[in-house]
């Protein structure tokens, strides 16, 4: 992918990225050490219970880690495969006897595109995710 394109998928889903962070997976981590804490100054408690304690705290925050690593592997899956597709069409137009100019062209074109296509998936994807993370039980 050009440098400049990857920049701006890197620009934009750090953003998103930050943002989910700050607004919800920050105040899940507060929760569970919190939770955590509370879970070692029970002084009834033998050492396996609580660590199953501190398990059952850590629960929903690594349930959102995994919902929010899930998505980004599932988009730059297929951002991925678009502009596989891309590096084919340009073969392709190689192998007919285009010169390297054309085929450049045809290339950056075509992962601009790319690009452009999945960028304007990130705020339903965002909202999907914000979802997602209200609906984890506490």
Do not use: W, Y
């Amino acid at each position: 992918m050009a440098e400049a394109q990857q920049a701006r998928v890197q620009k934009t889903v750090e953003e998103m990225v930050q943002s989910l962070e700050k607004d919800h997976i920050r105040k899940m981590q507060g929760r569970m050490f919190r939770c955590s804490a509370e879970c070692c100054e029970s002084p009834g408690h033998s050492m396996n219970q609580v660590h199953q304690c501190i398990d059952r705290c850590h629960a929903p925050l690594a349930k959102a880690q995994g919902l929010v690593t899930s998505e980004l592997e599932q988009f730059q899956d297929r951002l991925t495969r678009c502009t596989m597709n891309c590096s084919d069409k340009a073969k392709d137009l190689f192998d007919s006897g285009a010169k390297e100019p054309a085929v450049r062209a045809l290339m950056d074109s075509c992962v601009s595109s790319c690009v452009d296509e999945h960028l304007n998936l990130l705020p339903s994807m965002t909202r999907r995710l914000k979802d997602s993370l209200n609906s984890i039980p506490q």
